[in-house]
């Protein structure tokens, strides 16, 4: 059996998957990251069976304009799955878009998950990795991965504190030879900032817009902080007037998306500011010196470092390629196990 495993090994590509809420990206050892899509799945429903249509790029341009025979669907909802065989298809698909290989290797797969995951929602991840023809499914803590995918020294004896800001859920972390010393899971990220948008809009303009123009506005104009000038700039929105239900257009402005954010930015704050009153002393100190790193699509939302440096005093920094930090940390652990094999979790 082992010679077997062995053999398999020779002929597969272990990779590295970050299964996000908003984007999966795939990691293949020794390549670095070869494919980065929405985690979004189309599917056809007959006689009350599931067919995949989409995955991917081609299943988000369907979100929110689907007939009712046809449903577009994230699988996964703040970090974890939310609908096990709609994941198991879209694992199963990037999968074989990244093996254009025979059937006949089986790859050994990481996957990283929030660190607030329950020991259930670990099996269902791991279940779902090992169905989609994994020969050996390990998991790693998001924290974890982002660290290493940031490049910090966290195999060092000194505190190191990571923010990673994905679309479902905020990992706070501190971390110290190696492994998590204080970490915090807050099921907010870029999802509930879209929301947060939708629900502005509706309260303050009386407009309905979906996920995919929140999202826009989002990465367009959105802003942790008042802009100086009060206004800042703005931009030219398309929704569904509420009061006499006939689609209009109307400009919105910075200042106005910063006030929507305001809840979700309060959150990530909060979320910082009780892991440091957490942390030990000694460790304290260090990340006094260090400062906090951001990492995560969440992490390039406009001054969010400024508003994280107001509330907590502390240097706050944004790490180079924040979106596939996790992805590469990831990959990193898949490049040198050995020197990680304790941060790789194989048989929960």
Do not use: W
Not at 37 to 60: C, F, M, N, T
Not at 176 to 205: F, K, P, T
Not at 208 to 230: C, F, H, N, Q, W
């Amino acid at each position: 059996m082992f010679g077997l495993d062995k053999l398999l090994g020779m002929f597969s590509s272990d990779m590295a998957i970050d299964l996000g809420t908003a984007n999966t990206l795939v990691y293949v050892k020794g390549r670095g990251i070869v494919l980065s899509e929405p985690s979004v799945v189309a599917y056809h429903i007959k006689d009350g069976q599931k067919r995949v249509l989409a995955v991917g790029e081609d299943a988000k341009l369907m979100l929110g304009r689907t007939p009712g025979s046809i449903e577009a669907i994230r699988p996964m909802r703040e970090g974890v799955i939310a609908d096990f065989d709609v994941a198991e298809e879209m694992i199963k698909h990037f999968i074989r878009k990244v093996h254009k290989r025979s059937t006949f290797s089986k790859p050994k797969i990481i996957v990283c998950v929030p660190h607030g995951a329950t020991p259930v929602e670990k099996r269902a991840i791991r279940q779902s990795v090992l169905s989609a023809g994994a020969r050996k499914a390990g998991l790693i803590a998001e924290p974890i991965a982002a660290a290493i995918g940031a490049g910090m020294p966290i195999t060092d004896p000194t505190g190191n504190m990571v923010v990673d800001i994905g679309g479902g859920t905020t990992e706070v972390a501190v971390l110290s030879l190696g492994d998590i010393v204080y970490a915090r899971s807050v099921r907010v990220g870029g999802d509930r900032m879209d929301e947060a948008i939708i629900n502005y809009l509706r309260r303050q303009q009386n407009l309905l817009v979906g996920e995919s123009t929140a999202e826009r506005i989002k990465t367009s104009i959105g802003t942790a902080r008042m802009p100086d000038d009060g206004r800042g700039s703005s931009m030219m929105i398309r929704g569904r007037d509420l009061l006499n239900g006939v689609p209009k257009e109307t400009e919105i402005s910075q200042a106005q998306i910063a006030e929507a954010l305001s809840e979700p930015v309060q959150a990530i704050c909060e979320a910082v500011m009780t892991a440091l009153e957490a942390t030990p002393p000694d460790l304290a100190a260090d990340i006094v010196d260090r400062g906090v790193m951001l990492t995560g699509g969440g992490a390039l939302l406009a001054d969010l470092d400024l508003a994280l440096r107001e509330q907590t005093g502390l240097a706050v920094s944004i790490a180079d390629e924040s979106l596939n930090c996790v992805a590469l940390g990831t990959g990193k652990a898949l490049e040198y196990e050995k020197q990680l094999r304790h941060a790789i979790d194989y048989d929960s």
